[in-house]
């Protein structure tokens, strides 16, 4: 048995137990090994869970279990770190033939890692208004200034920051307009949270993210 078969039957109820596994008194474990292959189902479910609450409240719960499911067979863990984990869900999601209908979920997924990947980002001092403006001429035209880490722009077709803003209590109920929305994620504090751009916001800030000056 390899360590791929072995990963491989982890991750998939349908698959038969590996042969050759026995507990500390040299009996078949089989019943062991299933009850593990729950945990680990059960535990990657959960932080997905986690990971995308609005998501999960777009397709149901019963529906986002089963599509869990597939994901996790399909895009295993690479780190140890759960809070990394579900970085591959967009793609997944265009991908996959049971939300075709909902073209605007790839982006909700997108802007639920933006959230994620801002509260877990590096701290930096701003810089303040007086430290610039005590900056001589010369130095103050060829300082460069950076974003915070904790920065995230995602720019969607969709209008994403209504769908988010209706499924986490703070918008409308009603359906949201259709059209394109471009979101920042700040994190000024503890907590990051999604604002709406305005026209052409989404270019400045994406054209200084590619640190242009």
């Given at each position: 048995?390899?360590?791929?078969?072995?990963?491989?039957?982890?991750?998939?109820?349908?698959?038969?137990?590996?042969?050759?596994?026995?507990?500390?008194?040299?009996?078949?474990?089989?019943?062991?090994?299933?009850?593990?292959?729950?945990?680990?189902?059960?535990?990657?479910?959960?932080?997905?869970?986690?990971?995308?609450?609005?998501?999960?409240?777009?397709?149901?719960?019963?529906?986002?279990?089963?599509?869990?499911?597939?994901?996790?067979?399909?895009?295993?863990p690479q780190s140890r770190i759960m809070m990394l984990y579900?970085?591959?869900?967009?793609?997944?999601?265009?991908?996959?033939?049971?939300?075709?209908?909902?073209?605007?979920?790839?982006?909700?997924?997108?802007?639920?890692?933006?959230?994620?990947?801002?509260?877990?980002?590096?701290?930096?001092?701003?810089?303040?208004?007086?430290?610039?403006?005590?900056?001589?001429?010369?130095?103050?035209?060829?300082?460069?200034?950076?974003?915070?880490?904790?920065?995230?722009?995602?720019?969607?077709?969709?209008?994403?920051?209504?769908?988010?803003?209706?499924?986490?209590?703070?918008?409308?109920?009603?359906?949201?307009?259709?059209?394109?929305?471009?979101?920042?994620?700040?994190?000024?504090?503890?907590?990051?949270?999604?604002?709406?751009?305005?026209?052409?916001?989404?270019?400045?800030?994406?054209?200084?993210?590619?640190?242009?000056?």
């Open positions: 048995m390899s360590e791929a078969e072995f990963r491989a039957a982890l991750l998939d109820s349908a698959r038969a137990v590996p042969e050759g596994l026995i507990d500390p008194q040299g009996r078949p474990a089989g019943k062991r090994f299933a009850v593990y292959r729950n945990n680990v189902a059960v535990g990657l479910t959960e932080a997905l869970e986690a990971g995308f609450p609005v998501l999960r409240r777009l397709v149901g719960a019963e529906f986002f279990t089963a599509m869990a499911g597939v994901f996790l067979r399909a895009h295993p579900g970085a591959a869900m967009p793609e997944f999601l265009a991908q996959f033939a049971p939300v075709a209908g909902l073209p605007y979920l790839p982006d909700v997924a997108r802007l639920e890692l933006a959230l994620r990947q801002s509260y877990h980002a590096a701290d930096r001092p701003a810089v303040a208004a007086a430290r610039l403006a005590d900056l001589p001429p010369e130095d103050f035209l060829a300082a460069r200034l950076g974003l915070a880490p904790a920065l995230r722009l995602v720019c969607s077709d969709w209008p994403i920051h209504a769908i988010w803003r209706a499924n986490t209590g703070g918008g409308d109920a009603r359906p949201p307009v259709i059209r394109p929305e471009s979101v920042v994620v700040l994190r000024p504090e503890f907590d990051p949270a999604p604002h709406l751009l305005g026209p052409g916001a989404d270019a400045f800030i994406a054209a200084l993210l590619a640190g242009a000056r």
